[in-house]
């Protein structure tokens, strides 16, 4: 039974680790993007569809935000006693 639950803890810490690296780009996608748009006005270029892009970026990001927590949270039902 220990070696099950060892199991789906190394699973979950995979898991959870990959979900962080995607948060990290996601940030680091919204941060180009925020340069890219301000390039583009400062050029004066239309910034519509950079926006729309920047905008599904947020929603991505907070996706994988939740994700996070949400792993996080079900390590620690895995772990009782840790946090």
């Not at 639950?5 to 810490?13: N, P």
């Not at 050029?43 to 990001?61: I, K, N, R």
């Amino acid at each position: 039974m220990a070696e099950i639950q060892d199991a789906a803890i190394a699973q979950k810490e995979g898991a959870l680790a990959e979900a962080r690296q995607h948060v990290v780009n996601g940030r680091r996608n919204i941060t180009e993007q925020v340069e890219r748009i301000a390039a583009l006005r400062r050029d004066g270029h239309a910034v519509e569809q950079a926006e729309q892009v920047l905008a599904t970026f947020a929603q991505t990001l907070a996706l994988h935000e939740f994700h996070v927590w949400q792993l996080e949270r079900e390590l620690a039902e895995l772990r009782p006693g840790k946090t």
